[in-house]
């Protein structure tokens, strides 16, 4: 794979993240009911990293969960013959909240749907938003982000990378052409 274009820095990353809190806080006016989960792997520290400015901001904690989607993906079989599978750690009642599923990269609406699955599992959410830090398109299920850190039209051959410092050692967005 070839990297083909760098999409975002770590400060243009960063300007994206505070944008994204501040509209979290204008739609939700304010942080009461609120709860952000990110869907394992980078959008769960996405959901971390977006708690943190949300605190800046409104000077209110905002509970953060992680999702394992695993188990719920459609796709299962597909990816490997036995799936690794991590834990959900969600300490806090979903039921009646705000719920903000954070994720990195929007692409065909399957993983979002499975996150809403396995929400859903766990209790009865007042209301579901969705937030984004890139959405490439090529939708396959009627999915909407709320909130979207950057559209990105992609070709069916190239894939957009998010790197995050505590996975990858670098913050950065960028898409890579397959072979």
Wanted: glycine fraction near 6%; hydrophobic fraction near 40%.
């Amino acid at each position: 794979m070839k990297e083909k274009a760098r999409l975002l820095d770590k400060d243009a990353l960063n300007r994206i993240l505070t944008r994204i809190a501040h509209e979290i806080l204008e739609k939700n006016k304010g942080t009461q009911n609120l709860c952000l989960v990110g869907i394992r792997n980078r959008g769960a520290y996405l959901a971390k990293r977006l708690s943190d400015s949300i605190e800046k901001i409104d000077k209110a904690t905002v509970p953060v969960g992680i999702l394992d989607i695993t188990l719920y993906r459609d796709d299962l079989t597909l990816i490997a013959q036995q799936p690794v599978v991590h834990k959900t750690e969600i300490d806090f009642d979903i039921t009646d909240k705000n719920i903000v599923l954070v994720d990195d990269v929007l692409y065909t609406g399957r993983t979002v749907r499975a996150a809403m699955d396995a929400l859903v599992d766990l209790g009865r959410p007042k209301a579901i938003q969705l937030a984004v830090l890139i959405d490439r398109g090529h939708r396959e299920l009627p999915v909407r982000a709320d909130y979207v850190g950057k559209n990105v039209p992609t070709s069916q051959k190239e894939t957009v990378e998010v790197r995050l410092s505590e996975v990858d050692g670098c913050d950065e967005v960028v898409i890579v052409e397959k072979d």
